[in-house]
């Protein structure tokens, strides 16, 4: 069974604060992505990474970086937080086709 | 501009009954589409996929139609169950960098009991 974690299910934060967002997948998959889920709009990829160290810009890269150090674990970096960034954020991991997600963080920036 | 629409933003239907979520993609390189169920505060988990040189994939009470002349895609919830209700999201992806997917925004389906 394909195991996505991500670190927190709720986080609070302030305007201007840098946000780390962690996801460790078990698969050995290759591919690991970060969306934002909005009311209305979908999932948005945000970034996604198909290798260690390797990352590539999804629709909405503005205002966030990623890291990939090691093939497991895919890291959302919000570098100076806004309260437009506050939204429910999915991770997911993928070897081909289907995508598993994790439970998701639910990140409010006041 | 979306590339997959799901027109819909809810649907509901008496328990026992048939749903049909629909879809449509404009991107004719789409080659693999799929169905996502997601619960509040829950992940997204995968339901059902299809690939383009198909027109038809069924498992269980789910059964996904393709039309490709139309870039249409539903998903058909056959007897429909209270524990059916949710969000549904459909996806469509093409040969590239890492399969991506680009989501619909998504149809709440609420099952009456």
């Known amino acids: 069974d394909v195991k996505v974690t991500q670190s927190s299910r709720y986080l609070v934060k302030r305007t201007g604060e840098k946000v780390f967002l962690e996801c460790v997948q078990d698969m050995d998959h290759e591919n690991m992505f970060w969306y934002r889920q909005d009311p209305g709009l979908g999932l948005r990829l945000i970034y996604f990474s198909y290798d260690v160290k390797m990352k590539e810009k999804g629709d909405i890269p503005e205002g966030y970086s990623v890291s990939r150090e090691k093939k497991e674990r895919f890291s959302l970096i919000l570098e100076s937080a806004s309260t437009n960034q506050t939204s429910m954020y999915l991770c997911?991991?993928?070897?081909?086709?289907?995508?598993?997600f994790g439970p998701g963080t639910r990140l409010t920036v006041l | 501009d979306q590339q997959v629409k799901q027109n819909s933003p809810s649907l509901s239907v008496q328990e026992g009954r048939i749903s049909i979520l629909n879809c449509d993609y404009t991107n004719s390189m789409f080659d693999y589409f799929l169905w996502y169920k997601k619960y509040p505060a829950e992940g997204p988990t995968f339901l059902i996929s299809i690939s383009s040189i198909k027109d038809k994939n069924e498992d269980g009470r789910f059964t996904v139609f393709l039309n490709k002349s139309a870039k249409h895609l539903s998903l058909h919830i056959v007897p429909s169950q209270p524990g059916d209700s949710a969000v549904y999201f459909c996806?469509?992806?093409?040969?590239?960098?890492?399969?991506?997917?680009?989501f619909g925004s998504g149809t709440q389906l609420t099952v009456l009991p």
């Open positions: 997911a991991s993928s070897f081909e086709g289907e995508q598993f």
């Open positions: 996806a469509a992806s093409k040969a590239g960098s890492a399969r991506q997917l680009t």
